[in-house]
């Protein structure tokens, strides 16, 4: 696969689980584990592309999402 591709599908695939975290984190319907853990995989994803499309600041705003996710996901998980 070429190295578009590849962008693309982490692009396409980090937007719509960025898009599903924020409305089950806003819907306030105990969901929130599961939205933390879409912020993680999006994250991942996110932090894929920026890899390797070379964006250098972009790559590293994803650790501080990441870090985010998982203080969510703990600070719900308890």
């Known amino acids: 696969m070429t190295k578009s591709k590849w962008i693309t599908i ?46 250098w600041a972009f790559f590293a705003l994803q650790f501080f999402y990441a870090a985010s996710a998982i203080i969510g996901i703990i600070r719900w998980w308890q």
Do not use: H, P
């Open 10 to 55: 982490f692009e396409v695939s980090g937007s719509v689980l960025a898009m599903a975290y924020a409305l089950l984190i806003a819907s306030n319907t105990g969901n929130e584990i599961l939205g933390f853990s879409l912020l993680l995989i999006s994250a991942l994803l996110f932090g894929a592309w920026g890899f390797i499309d070379k964006r």
